[in-house]
């Protein structure tokens, strides 16, 4: 049995956060998988976990849990995805890893230069193009072609924070209008991707994954 940890704090009244559960509820039968909170012991016993997905919904009720659980992914080579909030701490949490003091305008309103900053324009509910940058990760698993992802967010990668990342071989895999930076991946990883839009999105209403989730699987599915 392969075990995932969806990693966050379920509150459905969000919509999203239904389609999480539609997700869930899709996954094959061999796949062990369900909502854990950040501030349950759960959250930080992940070594027989085979992959972690970082979700929606932030601020964490213990974001030092989901900061582990990048580090974690990071240090074992565990298979990760992040999205929405999961996206914005990956990038967060890189940025410290470099050595930066980066801060997430939703927690510190009134710190200099986040690394996580408002966006102009707020994504509530909100479609927007996204457009995957040929020859990544995200390209060979959603396509070159530009898509319509779904979001739930006011924040984003702020332009010198997506500076910093670059100049450390991290590579921005997806862009959007008003939302900037979709998407972040790390080559070097068995599989690490971030994604400021919400693939789970659709589940309840097609009855399918969507390829980044699909991906997400099969990837924690080989043996180490």
Known sequence: MTRLVALGDRD???LTHREIDAALALFPADVEAGWVATDSTGARELDDVAAVWLL???????EGAAFAAIEHCLATGT???GTCGGFQYACLHLVRRFGADARHAETHPDGAEPAIAPL??????ERRT???VPGTRLAAICGDAPFEGFHWCGY???DRAAELLQANCVVISATAPDAGVEAIELPEQPFFLATA?????????TGRLHPLIEALLDTARVPA
Do not use: K
């Open 79 to 81: 298979p990760f995805l």
């Open 130 to 132: 996204v457009t995957p």
């Open 156 to 158: 984003g990668l702020a």
């Open 56 to 62: 929606p919904g932030t601020p964490y009720r213990d």
């Open 12 to 14: 459905p009244q969000y």
């Open 197 to 205: 839009f919400q693939p789970q999105v659709g589940s309840s209403t």
């Open 120 to 125: 102009a324009c707020s994504l509530y509910g």
